[in-house]
């Protein structure tokens, strides 16, 4: 019998490529959304919740086995209510809101761009670690690799200048979506393997002059910054009575990812891409992939 999938933010960055990795494994999936207005293939079943009403969610949850949260950053409620109602509605695993840096690392917990991350951990440890039914996976997966270089996030490719991070030098672990997805299915494939931990995926190790190699850029005309520079001032931005948001997100993100003692590398020991069935990209994959943003 074919697992029973609840996923709520399909419609975000992320949720797509979860979707369609849990649509080919051929689990039946559930979307939970804010409005069933929504365009989905017309085998996805489709649950209008509240997020603010347990009730509503737990209602949704009803005979699901997994429930894989792809919420972003929406305020703590809405992710503390799905795990209260898979809690509530006997869900066997939830997969919550991870999705990237290492926030088991004492450093990236300390950073207040992972608070919720953090507190959603503590809850999932208090409520779900003693419960004889439901379990969690946590997934980290380092910054997606397209979705970051789409945003240059993780480099300019097409700026002349290109910001290079403490220098460019530093590798760090990065994921697809698409990587990610199959690293979901994974995980429902290997519930034993996975229960009540997080697990660590990555599909390449690359610096940012890795990145601008690959797309045939010249590395040496890279503007460093310091991502201590930036975390200063994103705790600057902070104080502020109205600060800017991605001032402060975006500072304290960047030191997080390229900054060093933030756990960005996986050590090899601790990667779980063999079990959940995530491959490491070729040469050749990275600069077919890379060119598209070139
Ligand atoms: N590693 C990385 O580089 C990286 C980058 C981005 C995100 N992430 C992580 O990936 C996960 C998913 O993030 P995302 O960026 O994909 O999420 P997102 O695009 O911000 O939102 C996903 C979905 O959340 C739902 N939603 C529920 N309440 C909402 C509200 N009040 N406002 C807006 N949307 C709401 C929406 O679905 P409905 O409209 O269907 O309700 C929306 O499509 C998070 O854990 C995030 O931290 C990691």
Redo the contacts with the bound molecule.
Sequence with gaps: MSLKVALA???????PAILEALDAANFEVTVL???SN?SFDSKIKVAEID?QSVESIQKALANQDALVI?????GLE?HANLIKAAVAANVKRIIP????SDTTNPNAAASPVFGDKVAIQKQLNETVASSSTTSYTGIV????LD??LKVK?LVDLSSPEPVLYDGGDRKISVTTLSGIGKAVVGVLKNLDATKNKTVFVREADLSQKDLLQLAGKQVSNGKNVSTADLEKEAFAELQKPEPNVPVFVYGFLKRAIFGEGFGSLFPTENLSNELLGVGKLSDEELKALVSKYA
């Design positions: 933010g399909a419609t975000g960055n992320l949720g959304t804010r409005s929504n997020y792809a919420l972003g950053a929406v809405p809101s991870e999705f990237g997966n380092g910054p997606f979705w970051g996030l």
